[in-house]
Structures are given as C-alpha cells and as structure tokens.
C-alpha cells in the first residue's frame, strides 16, 4: 500500500503553474523569485493551485530593503466576496518574509487550514509550525477586517534581537587641510558619535601637523600646527548600503606658532573658531563597519594670524576658508 505521506511531494512537484491572477510578487533580485512563493504557498495548501483559488482571491506581495537594512513586505488580500485586506510584515531576512507571505495566501485560500488539523493520513508537505513566522512587526490596514489567525501562531514575536533605535560610533580619519595654515597640512581626526534612523551626532578632535613659513630670503619665521575638537550634526540620507550623511558643526580649539631663527623664539597661540560643514558617502559591507570619503570646509570666524616682533605684515593669515577632505574608518556598536 502506498503511504499518503509519500506522495504529496510528488504532487507538488507534478503542479501546474500557478494563474498570474492569483499571484503577484515583485521583490529585488536578492529576494527569492515568484516560484519559490508559489512552492510555499502549493506546500502550506497541501494540493496544487487552481483556477479556481484564482477566482476566489488574489494576492499582491511586494518585498523592499528598508533603510535599517531589514526588509519589509506589503501583502494585499483581495477576496471575492470580502473587502481587501492589507499587511505589511517586517524580518531580518526575505526568504522569512516569502514564508510569511505564503501561510497567508494559503489560509485566505483556504480558511479551513485553521479551522482544524490535518488528517494523520494525509499530512502537509510542509508543516505549518516548521515555517519560521517570527517576525518582528505585523501591521493590519485599518480600514480591512484581521486575517484569521490560529491562537497558537504569534506573529509579533522579535527574531533574534531587533535592530536597536541607537547606535555608537568610533571613527578614526586621515585627511588634508588646505588653507588654515601656511602649506596643505596631514591630519587626522577621531570622532565618537550617536547613530539614529534618519541622523547623527558627533564629538571629536582633529590634529593637523606642524607647516613652516619663511620670510622671503631669509631663514627667519614660524613653524605653526591646529588642533581643535569637533561637534557635528548630520542628517543622514541612505540607499542600500550606501549612506550620505550631510554634516555641519563647530570646532574651537588653537592654532599654535613657534618662531624660527629669531633672538628670543617664543610660541603663541591665537583661538581658532570655525564652522564645519561637509559631505561625505559611507559605504556599509556589514552592520559594524562603515568606510567613508569626506568632503568639506572650515570657516574661520575669528582671524587666526601670526606676527614676528618688530615686523608689520602677517607672517601667516589662515585663509577665509579652508578645505578638507579624508577618508575614514568608523566601527559601529551594539
């Protein structure tokens, strides 16, 4: 005798293609295709698909890639003789989404499916409580009655840990100034920061290295070098795993002088104020780790000059603006 159990594979295997009336499904290409929700939803019903499970309902699912790097799928239910119900449904991965999807098309289709268990004979040929439906937010369309759901099945339950609401950052950059001392100065800035949805905050200190300046014709002059610390906010902007964060701040801190091949060398420092805005692109290959190119400036607001004694003329005057660029390294936590 052949056992039942042993030929629902088969049966799916044999299916016909599922009408494109009942399924609608439009996911990126790192989402599983159309078939695989078809299989799933042809393994939770336990048959094949018809064209009459067509004419009873149509589903329309689609799967994006949010902003937090989770995914998110909006489910459309239209019954024939009920008004549509809309879900969105929110995992770590697609694939959980796809399986989320399907129990739901199998029980519109079927609401029996809920109703009561399977005969022993004649068992799914995928259980219902093997589909991993854990996932962290399920939303029902205020104006569409609730799908029908069995008591047992909790659809709000987190997998694993959820993504938190903010994050910490240590970032560590090696740049360029051009213009606030005497030559295009090496630096390098360390910054920590706070890491919400839609912006950022940041604190820091950045160190450009010592520049000489000569008088013309003469060994006599001022070797100068800035170091300052930072405050920053950006509104953060992101597309896949590439992020623009748009930055504008303060730096306060001094820009010190030391003179050169003069009878008494002194070293001064004069306050440097400026603000900071700048550009960057951030490129993110995992949760913890973001690689990034700065473009920016700084404007001082207080004039930062130095003079040798007894002469008139500025021996160095930082520039109206200075320029900046950098590339950084920044770690992300939890």
């Given at each position: 005798?052949?056992?039942?159990?042993?030929?629902?594979?088969?049966?799916?295997?044999?299916?016909?293609?599922?009408?494109?009336?009942?399924?609608?499904?439009?996911?990126?290409?790192?989402?599983?295709?159309?078939?695989?929700?078809?299989?799933?939803?042809?393994?939770?019903?336990?048959?094949?698909?018809?064209?009459?499970?067509?004419?009873?309902?149509?589903?329309?699912?689609?799967?994006?890639?949010?902003?937090?790097?989770?995914?998110?799928?909006?489910?459309?239910?239209?019954?024939?003789?009920?008004?549509?119900?809309?879900?969105?449904?929110v995992a770590e991965r697609?694939?959980?989404?796809?399986?989320?999807?399907?129990?739901?098309?199998?029980?519109?289709?079927?609401?029996?499916?809920?109703?009561?268990?399977?005969?022993?004979?004649?068992?799914?040929?995928?259980?219902?409580?093997?589909?991993?439906?854990?996932?962290?937010?399920?939303?029902?369309?205020?104006?569409?009655?609730?799908?029908?759901?069995?008591?047992?099945?909790?659809?709000?339950?987190?997998?694993?840990?959820?993504?938190?609401?903010?994050?910490?950052?240590?970032?560590?950059?090696?740049?360029?100034?051009?213009?606030?001392?005497?030559?295009?100065?090496?630096?390098?800035?360390?910054?920590?920061?706070?890491?919400?949805?839609?912006?950022?905050?940041?604190?820091?200190?950045?160190?450009?290295?010592?520049?000489?300046?000569?008088?013309?014709?003469?060994?006599?002059?001022?070797?100068?070098?800035?170091?300052?610390?930072?405050?920053?906010?950006c509104p953060r902007l992101?597309?896949?795993?590439?992020?623009?964060?748009?930055?504008?701040?303060?730096?306060?801190?001094?820009?010190?002088?030391?003179?050169?091949?003069?009878?008494?060398?002194?070293?001064?420092?004069?306050?440097?104020?400026?603000?900071?805005?700048?550009?960057?692109?951030?490129?993110?290959?995992?949760?913890?780790?973001?690689?990034?190119?700065?473009?920016?400036?700084?404007?001082?607001?207080?004039?930062?000059?130095?003079?040798?004694?007894?002469?008139?003329?500025?021996?160095?005057?930082?520039?109206?603006?200075?320029?900046?660029?950098?590339?950084?390294?920044?770690?992300?936590?939890?």
């Amino acid at each position: 005798m052949v056992r039942p159990e042993l030929l629902a594979p088969l049966a799916l295997w044999l299916a016909p293609a599922a009408p494109d009336e009942l399924l609608r499904w439009e996911a990126p290409a790192a989402c599983p295709g159309r078939g695989a929700l078809e299989r799933a939803v042809v393994a939770d019903l336990g048959r094949p698909l018809t064209a009459g499970d067509a004419e009873a309902v149509t589903a329309r699912a689609t799967a994006r890639r949010r902003p937090d790097r989770r995914w998110e799928l909006e489910l459309i239910l239209e019954p024939r003789d009920a008004a549509p119900v809309a879900r969105t449904v929110v995992a770590e991965r697609c694939e959980l989404l796809v399986d989320a999807a399907a129990l739901m098309i199998a029980v519109a289709i079927d609401p029996d499916l809920l109703a009561e268990p399977a005969p022993a004979a004649a068992p799914l040929a995928r259980p219902v409580d093997d589909i991993p439906l854990a996932v962290p937010v399920v939303r029902d369309s205020p104006a569409a009655p609730p799908l029908a759901r069995p008591p047992s099945t909790d659809l709000a339950r987190p997998v694993g840990r959820p993504a938190p609401a903010l994050r910490g950052t240590l970032a560590v950059a090696a740049g360029l100034d051009v213009g606030a001392l005497p030559r295009p100065a090496p630096g390098f800035v360390v910054r920590l920061g706070f890491l919400a949805r839609r912006v950022r905050a940041e604190v820091g200190a950045g160190h450009w290295l010592e520049q000489s300046v000569r008088v013309a014709g003469t060994g006599t002059g001022g070797d100068l070098r800035l170091t300052a610390a930072q405050l920053l906010a950006c509104p953060r902007l992101a597309l896949r795993r590439v992020e623009f964060p748009l930055c504008a701040g303060l730096e306060l801190g001094a820009m010190r002088g030391r003179g050169v091949g003069v009878v008494t060398p002194t070293v001064d420092r004069v306050v440097w104020l400026a603000v900071l805005a700048d550009a960057r692109v951030q490129w993110v290959p995992v949760p913890r780790l973001a690689l990034g190119l700065q473009l920016g400036l700084a404007a001082p607001l207080l004039a930062a000059r130095f003079r040798l004694r007894g002469e008139d003329g500025d021996l160095h005057r930082a520039a109206p603006v200075a320029f900046r660029g950098a590339f950084a390294i920044e770690l992300r936590f939890p």
